[in-house]
């Protein structure tokens, strides 16, 4: 096929040139046997001169279409939901399958690197909106109550993990007990004191030197307040301060860096 379009032209070119060639010889007609198996096999003067210029391209492998055939139709990759609304799940169990964020983890779920969404707690499925947290998105959580909603009022108590259950704090202050692993500090005089200092302060049990009690900070907290003390407010712009601060950080530095060379030193002098 490449064959006959490169000979084409010179085809036409011959049929011009070739008629005044023959003008010049002698006309003689050969039988007609072998007139036809000149006009099949054998070519035309001009095409045979230039028959060994012209390159032909032959199929050296099959076409491309045949090794495309089977990944017209892959397999289905299973995406969607895998439990619904009010379905019981576990943790680690998959909730929905997807590619992109359609679906955000809401709470007690958790988004794999795949976008594929998975319950981190046991509970309920619930696929909810929350207007608070984002206009538009979609979400997908678990309630730990089968009749419970999502999603739950902002600073409302929440179930914990290992079922346990938020409870308000209590305001009463407990009276100090020596022995106590837990401990109250009241204030005198402005001054913090511990309950183990108070307790030795009117001679009860004595407790050994190095011996330390817990004591709860915000309860240490509160006696500051009731006290009256407080922290200064931290000032961006006391620019004194921050240099002082960057100075010291650079006095170290040099000093580490002074010691460290001393140390290569000694150690080169021993050798």
Same mark, same amino acid.
């Given at each position: 096929?490449?064959?006959?379009?490169?000979?084409?032209?010179?085809?036409?070119?011959?049929?011009?040139?070739?008629?005044?060639?023959?003008?010049?010889?002698?006309?003689?007609?050969?039988?007609?046997?072998?007139?036809?198996?000149?006009?099949?096999?054998?070519?035309?003067?001009?095409?045979?001169?230039?028959?060994?210029?012209?390159?032909?391209?032959?199929?050296?492998?099959?076409?491309?279409?045949?090794?495309?055939?089977?990944?017209?139709?892959?397999?289905?990759?299973?995406?969607?939901?895998?439990?619904?609304?009010?379905?019981?799940?576990?943790?680690?169990?998959?909730?929905?399958?997807?590619?992109?964020?359609?679906?955000?983890?809401?709470?007690?779920?958790?988004?794999?690197?795949?976008?594929?969404?998975?319950?981190?707690?046991?509970?309920?499925?619930?696929?909810?909106?929350?207007?608070?947290?984002?206009?538009?998105?979609?979400? &997908? #959580?678990?309630?730990? @109550? +089968?009749? =419970?909603?999502?999603?739950? /009022?902002? $600073?409302?108590?929440? !179930?914990?993990?290992?079922?346990?259950?938020?409870?308000?704090?209590?305001?009463?202050?407990?009276?100090?007990?020596?022995?106590?692993?837990?401990?109250?500090?009241?204030?005198?005089?402005?001054?913090?004191?511990?309950?183990?200092?108070?307790?030795?302060?009117?001679?009860?049990?004595?407790?050994?030197?190095?011996?330390?009690?817990?004591?709860?900070?915000?309860? &240490? #907290?509160?006696?500051? @307040? +009731?006290? =009256?003390?407080?922290?200064? /407010?931290? $000032?961006?712009?006391? !620019?004194?301060?921050?240099?002082?601060?960057?100075?010291?950080?650079?006095?170290?530095?040099?000093?580490?860096?002074?010691?460290?060379?001393?140390?290569?030193?000694?150690?080169?002098?021993?050798?």
């Amino acid at each position: 096929m490449l064959q006959q379009r490169l000979l084409a032209p010179l085809r036409v070119l011959e049929r011009a040139i070739v008629p005044t060639l023959r003008s010049s010889q002698p006309i003689t007609r050969p039988p007609p046997s072998i007139l036809s198996r000149t006009m099949i096999s054998a070519p035309t003067p001009l095409s045979s001169r230039l028959l060994p210029f012209s390159q032909v391209r032959h199929a050296s492998h099959a076409t491309q279409g045949t090794a495309n055939r089977h990944s017209r139709d892959p397999a289905g990759k299973r995406l969607g939901a895998k439990r619904s609304g009010g379905e019981y799940v576990v943790p680690g169990c998959i909730i929905f399958k997807q590619r992109g964020t359609k679906w955000f983890p809401g709470e007690n779920c958790s988004m794999g690197r795949d976008h594929t969404i998975y319950a981190t707690e046991a509970g309920y499925v619930r696929y909810y909106l929350d207007p608070e947290r984002h206009s538009e998105r979609k979400y &997908i #959580g678990v309630c730990f @109550e +089968k009749e =419970g909603k999502l999603p739950t /009022p902002r $600073n409302a108590p929440t !179930r914990r993990k290992l079922n346990r259950v938020a409870v308000p704090r209590s305001e009463d202050v407990p009276t100090p007990i020596a022995g106590q692993s837990d401990l109250v500090a009241t204030v005198e005089d402005g001054v913090m004191v511990s309950s183990v200092e108070a307790v030795n302060a009117e001679g009860g049990s004595q407790l050994r030197p190095g011996y330390m009690y817990r004591e709860a900070n915000w309860q &240490i #907290g509160r006696a500051a @307040e +009731k006290a =009256g003390i407080s922290a200064k /407010p931290y $000032n961006s712009r006391n !620019r004194w301060m921050a240099w002082r601060k960057r100075q010291a950080r650079a006095d170290r530095a040099a000093q580490m860096k002074s010691l460290k060379n001393k140390k290569k030193a000694s150690k080169k002098a021993k050798r």
